[in-house]
């Protein structure tokens, strides 16, 4: 039974070895074609299509204020509109744009502020995470980590930063925050 594993392991090893050896120099030399005409660039001239079913809320004064602070804080940083859509639209999902506090049982773990972000996961101390400036700029680091988050869907740049349960969840609020960005971005 050894003698014909052997074989057999054999037989295949060479077969691989002989196909490579064969398939190799015909595989370099159909490679050598070359296609002179120019290659098309994609240029992305508009932001991406939101995804999915789209939800709206309707702000108040304290809500629109911190659309107005995370778009200052994005400004700030010297990161372009999608970002500020990205934060708003995380924002949205995390805390309907509301500046939260330690909410007692309702809490998520230790989630506070706009972004539901955690001290214990050293997103900064409790006061730090509820100014909206702060956890904005906080929120935009871990974005600016995320390699080719500007040409990400919505909802993927801004899991990659939150790690939520719901990774999905952001997609809903892309074309609400991409309206408010638009309204307030020059404002």
């Given amino acids: 039974m050894n003698t014909i594993m052997r074989k057999s392991v054999l037989s295949v090893a060479g077969l691989a070895f002989?196909?490579?050896v064969f398939a190799g120099p015909i595989a370099a030399h159909a490679a050598t074609t070359v296609d002179t005409k120019p290659a098309a660039a994609a240029v992305q001239t508009t932001a991406p299509k939101p995804q999915g079913d789209q939800s709206h809320i309707?702000?108040?004064?304290?809500?629109?204020?911190?659309?107005?602070?995370?778009?200052?804080?994005?400004k700030k940083a010297g990161?372009?509109?999608?970002?500020a859509v990205i934060s708003i639209a995380t924002s949205l999902q995390e805390s309907k744009l509301d500046n939260l506090g330690h909410l007692g049982d309702a809490?998520?773990?230790?989630?506070?502020g706009l972004f539901q972000q955690r001290p214990s996961s050293?997103?900064?101390t409790p006061e730090q995470i509820t100014n909206p400036e702060y956890s904005t700029t906080a929120?935009?680091?871990g974005l600016r980590q995320v390699d080719g988050?500007?040409?990400m869907a919505l909802t993927d740049a801004a899991q990659t930063v939150q790690v939520s349960a719901y990774p999905d969840a952001y997609a809903?609020?892309?074309q609400q925050a991409t309206d408010l960005v638009n309204q307030h971005w020059n404002s």
Avoid: M, Y
């Fill in 172 to 174: 809903q609020w892309e």
């Fill in 122 to 124: 050293g997103w900064g």
């Fill in 107 to 112: 809490n998520d773990h230790d989630s506070l």
């Fill in 149 to 151: 988050w500007q040409d």
């Fill in 18 to 20: 002989a196909g490579g």
């Fill in 58 to 74: 309707t702000l108040n004064d304290e809500q629109t204020a911190n659309v107005k602070a995370i778009i200052a804080a994005t």
């Fill in 139 to 141: 929120f935009l680091k």
């Fill in 79 to 83: 990161l372009p509109e999608r970002a």
